[in-house]
């Protein structure tokens, strides 16, 4: 594992947020992303709070349907 800072998202009723600058461990190989149990707990306070967040910078995120049909 290397430690990084990755972007992590999550869908929260049916929106995406993006929590930026995570440290995690990453795989090399992979990619996985594994985030430690301190960590994780953070991540589950910002979401909790996230209606009382000040302002946050926002992103558009294209949307492409699939259009072929499944066999």
Not at 3 to 21: A, M, T, Y
């Amino acid at each position: 594992m290397q430690e990084q800072r990755v972007n992590q998202d999550f869908w929260l009723k049916g929106k995406l947020v993006v929590i930026e600058s995570v440290p995690a461990g990453v795989c090399p190989q992979c990619g996985e992303k594994i985030v430690k149990a301190d960590v994780g707990r953070q991540l589950t306070t910002l979401i909790a709070n996230l209606r009382r967040a000040p302002k946050r910078k926002t992103i558009a995120v294209p949307v492409i349907r699939y259009v072929k049909a499944v066999a």
